[in-house]
């Protein structure tokens, strides 16, 4: 069902939506940035159109919504155990098709990889809609449409959205907002539209010959000398799902804490270390080259997509200049040509 | 020749070694200018002076070489420069055909700030402007710096009032992902103040400087960029009598109050100079009346915001000539 | 904030409480400790182990039985220098088990030979006790140990004991003169085990990254195939789940896909 949108008509129904829903978007915090006078484009509650933050691609995605940095996992107190209750908060995430489409890498490792479900990102997972903001023209970085990820499925969203020059059209899918939807708007046809080319395409590497061998390639040598193990790839990714798992003691008495995870990120220092010290990958090069096979092979062998789906904040982000993009197509010309 | 030195140099010109010529000085505020004013600048040098152009440490220009018959004219010639760059600020220049009203207040000088440079915690040459406008004409030699932070690179350490740009780091917990990026380069690079403990940052407010690095290092935004502050250092002097670097005397001080400050200075010196030399230096001045004077005329009536901390006592040092070396 | 009973059934990441029932001292540092389970398990299976406060970490079952199970730990950290402060009687915080496990299909009616360095020894005592009590499900067996020096010796009185059944080859690296045993790294005496009918023999290789490469290495050129080595890798495990990534190597999984794997099946790939 389409509907078309003033201004005010879309304000009013965020208003009401925002009874039973926190509404997350893209906003701009003047100032915020980690240079002084730049402002941090990044996710936060929203209560009105003019909040939403969309010439500008997000520092961070809508993952830390549903996959918190930090969380606790359960308190204790003199060795019992104690997980915090479930919320009924209900929310509804404003984001691009790269986006949600990163979501669907995130329930492949949280909801279908290994024998169980993970409990904390089930329960903040299951109370999410999606409303999807259409992006035609993306930004200097996508290359969503190399990563086929450029599109979704009208079950992949509760809303489409467009926004105009005054107002908002939009497709619903959703039988519960369709009512909220449909009484503060006028109906109208509406057909989602995506971007079909990107300014950054990449060429991913053939499967079959990808093999070791191009582990051993100078390519990541590069690398080695440039990375300097930041980590803003990762934590700027929408679907990296790593993490670590801790516990804290409360200072004021030593047997209350809690035990909680937090993201990691393979790039960073300490991802491989074992009790005694010994690490896998010291090398940064060789974490260059476990990132880049993760995103675009090994997920890909698991489940039956790449991880990566294009969003380009890790080139955004790296304080280097090392763009990723950049590297699968030279990673795909090493291979085309014989390594 | 027959002309008066002294409102010559007020002028901004300078008695040279020559007797013939003089060199122009411009100012900068802020230390930076638009590409369009070289062309003038230029003009002038190939057309009056010699076809140089001395760049000074204080970020002005110095056009050598100009016949002091061509002074007045050379005024007139500056006058967009005086007009751009000094009455567009809002310092107050009667005629700006009539060249520098004063040259014992020095150019306000600032590193390049955070139009450029990462590290900066705020706009030094906008600051450097406002300060310009707040001091400038005046014939009291008073020398100020702004650097965007306390890595310092304009050198105020070596000013009467050196401005250091401060910004309050503000942690949050839930965005950490415990890298220790912060804790290690605070620990390798600035002054250990912070520390890793049951999983969380802590910083220890008496060693943190603001400096913003934290800030810059963490891969979450963890490090809130919260309120921008200032460090002053004052009294930081070269000179052939007892040079030294300048030392603190605010710590996380406002905006607000490092303005009313340096507006404050110019009472205190005509209180306390000693007219008796050519164009006492304010840090000479201190000398003689003490910090704690200074440090009472210089904070009336200023508001000092609740951060701000205040040096006790100062004892600058430096070094004495006629020490061995 | 409430005690959720029913969910921390079905929460993956609660641990349960065990009592220890009893300590056994293996070195210096690295101690056994039995403790009350009822976990249904594996041979070469692991948990993850816990004191609320200091931490997890994935320790691998050193032995079991309906009523109890055996961690042998080390103590090299917060967490594990703090259990070896517990006594008997205190408790541990487990949860799992986890991962594949040996499966003792694999190995029926062969010539089953373990090569174990150091620590390595842990994750396949289990296997080995089966082993020894059921020869006749295996055409022969044998054990290879190799430790670092006669300090680091692990499970002495069960070695002992196993040697009355089957043959344990022990080496150390350097000279030892309490067993009069031999000498030298375990790759050195890879050759005088049993491998007269190779096409029936199964070999499983577990320890350092070094020992096992070099192992396996030497099994090969006595023309072991790829397919009849089995390993068993460590990796840093947060999750054991799948979920936390820390130890995966290319599209593998070790919590879940491994920590055992056939040889042919991992040789390629590179953490
Ligand atoms: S990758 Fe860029 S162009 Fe593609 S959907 Fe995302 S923001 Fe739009
Ligand atoms: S790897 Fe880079 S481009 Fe791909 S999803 Fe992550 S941040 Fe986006
Ligand atoms: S790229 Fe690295 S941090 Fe991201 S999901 Fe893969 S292993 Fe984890
Ligand atoms: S953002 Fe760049 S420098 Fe930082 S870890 Fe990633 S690739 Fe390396
Ligand atoms: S840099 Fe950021 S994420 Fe890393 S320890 Fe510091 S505050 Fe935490
Ligand atoms: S231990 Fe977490 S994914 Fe394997």
């Not at chain 2, 205190?268 to 003490?290: N, P």
């Not at chain 2, 915001?305 to 000539?321: H, L, M, R, V």
């Not at chain 3, 947060?238 to 491994?258: F, P, Q, R, S, T």
């Amino acid at each position: 069902m389409g509907f078309n949108f003033s201004e005010n008509g879309f304000n009013q129904l965020l208003e009401s939506l925002n009874q039973d829903y926190q509404i997350y978007a893209p906003v701009r915090k003047k100032n915020k940035d980690s240079f002084s006078a730049n402002d941090l484009i990044t996710y936060d509650l929203i209560k009105s159109l003019e909040e939403i933050e969309l010439t500008v691609k997000s520092k961070y995605s809508a993952k830390e919504i549903v996959f918190p940095i930090r969380e606790t996992l359960f308190h204790f107190v003199e060795g019992e155990q104690f997980i915090a209750s479930d919320t009924d908060d209900k929310y509804i995430i404003f984001l691009r098709p790269c986006d949600r489409n990163a979501f669907k890498r995130l329930d492949k490792i949280f909801l279908e990889n290994g024998p169980e479900e993970d409990i904390y990102y089930k329960r903040l997972r299951e109370n999410v809609k999606f409303f999807v903001i259409e992006c035609t023209s993306g930004f200097d970085s996508c290359f969503c449409v190399s990563m086929e990820s450029n599109t979704v499925e009208a079950e992949d969203y509760a809303a489409f959205l467009r926004f105009e020059e005054n107002g908002v059209s939009c497709e619903v899918n959703d039988q519960d907002l369709a009512v909220e939807f449909s009484s503060q708007a006028e109906e109208i046809k509406f057909e989602p539209q995506f971007i079909e080319k990107n300014k950054v395409e990449v060429k991913l590497p053939d499967r079959e010959k990808l093999t070791n061998e191009v582990f051993e390639h100078q390519l990541w040598t590069e690398y080695s000398q440039r990375c300097i193990a930041c980590g803003r790839c990762n934590t700027s990714c929408p679907t990296c799902s790593c993490f670590t798992v801790k516990d804290v003691l409360y200072d004021e008495n030593k047997k209350s804490g809690e035990r909680f995870r937090r993201w990691a990120g393979c790039h960073i220092d300490g991802f491989t270390e074992m009790a005694g010290g010994h690490n896998f990958r010291e090398d940064y090069g060789d974490r260059m080259r476990y990132k880049t096979m993760h995103k675009i092979y090994d997920f890909g062998e698991r489940f039956d997509f790449d991880m990566c789906v294009g969003c380009g904040r890790c080139d955004d982000v790296c304080p280097e200049y090392i763009s990723f993009s950049k590297c699968i197509n030279k990673l795909s010309t090493i291979i085309e040509e014989g390594v | 020749m027959s002309f008066n030195t002294k409102k010559i140099k007020k002028n901004a010109f300078r008695i040279t070694k020559d007797r013939e010529v003089t060199a122009l000085r411009i100012r900068v505020p802020g230390g930076h200018i638009n590409a369009k004013y070289l062309s003038l600048i230029k003009e002038i040098a190939d057309e009056y002076g010699n076809g140089t152009l001395h760049i000074t440490t204080r970020q002005g220009f110095e056009v050598p070489g100009i016949s002091f018959a061509d002074f007045e004219e050379v005024n007139k010639k500056i006058a967009p420069i005086l007009e751009g760059m000094e009455k567009e600020i809002g310092v107050k220049i009667a005629d700006p055909r009539e060249g520098y009203p004063a040259a014992g207040t020095r150019n306000v000088s600032a590193c390049i700030g955070n139009r450029v440079c990462r590290y900066s915690n705020y706009d030094t040459t906008e600051m450097a402007q406002q300060i310009e406008k707040n001091i400038f004409p005046n014939d009291y030699h008073v020398k100020i710096a702004l650097s965007g932070c306390p890595n310092d690179c304009i050198k105020g350490h070596l000013q009467d009032f050196g401005i250091l740009g401060m910004v309050e780091p503000i942690y949050h917990q839930e965005r950490c992902i415990g890298c220790k990026a912060c804790v290690d380069n605070c620990h390798k690079r600035v002054t250990s103040a912070l520390s890793f403990e049951q999983e969380r940052v802590l910083r220890d407010e008496k060693r943190c400087i603001g400096c913003g690095e934290c800030i810059l290092q963490c891969p979450t935004n963890a490090w809130e960029r919260g309120e921008q502050f200032f460090k002053v250092v004052i009294m930081g002097r070269t000179g052939k009598k007892n040079p030294r670097l300048a030392k603190p005397f605010l710590k996380w001080a406002s905006r607000d109050v490092v303005i009313a400050i340096v507006n404050n200075v110019y009472d205190y010196i005509e209180r306390h100079i000693d007219t008796s030399l050519a164009k006492e230096h304010i840090g000479y001045i201190v000398d003689r009346t003490g910090y704690p004077k200074f440090k009472e005329e210089i904070l009336k009536g200023v508001e000092l915001n609740s951060e701000c901390e205040i040096a006790d006592k100062i004892n600058w040092n430096g070094y004495q000539t006629g020490e061995k070396i | 904030m409430s005690l959720t009973a029913e969910k921390s059934l079905k929460n993956p990441y609660l641990s349960q409480k065990a009592e220890i029932l009893e300590i056994f001292q293996e070195t210096e540092i690295e101690y056994t400790f039995r403790l009350e389970s009822d976990f249904e398990l594996n041979f070469g299976q692991f948990l993850e182990v816990s004191i609320p406060g200091y931490g997890e970490a994935p320790i691998s079952v050193s032995n079991f039985t309906d009523q109890w199970l055996e961690l042998t730990i080390r103590k090299v950290g917060k967490l594990t220098d703090r259990i070896h402060d517990l006594e008997e009687g205190d408790y541990l915080y487990l949860r799992g088990p986890y991962g594949n496990g040996f499966d003792f299909e694999n190995y029926q009616d062969k010539n089953l030979i373990i090569a174990a360095g150091g620590t390595g020894l842990a994750p396949v005592r289990s296997l080995i006790e089966y082993a020894g009590n059921n020869l006749d499900q295996l055409s022969d067996f044998e054990v290879l140990a190799g430790f670092k020096d006669a300090g680091s010796l692990l499970f002495e009185r069960d070695i002992k004991r196993w040697r009355q059944k089957f043959d344990v080859l022990l080496t150390v690296d350097k000279t030892c003169d309490i067993w009069g045993e031999c000498v030298g790294l375990i790759t050195e005496h890879i050759a005088e085990l049993h491998l007269e009918n190779i096409a029936n023999t199964e070999v499983i290789v577990v320890g350092p990254p070094p020992m096992m490469k070099y192992s396996i290495i030497e099994f090969q050129k006595l023309g072991v195939p790829d397919d009849q080595i089995w390993v068993s890798y460590e990796r840093k495990m947060h999750c054991g789940l799948g979920k936390c990534g820390h130890c995966k190597i290319e599209d593998n999984y070790v919590c879940i896909d491994g920590p055992v794997y056939n040889y042919a099946e991992v040789k390629e790939i590179r953490d």
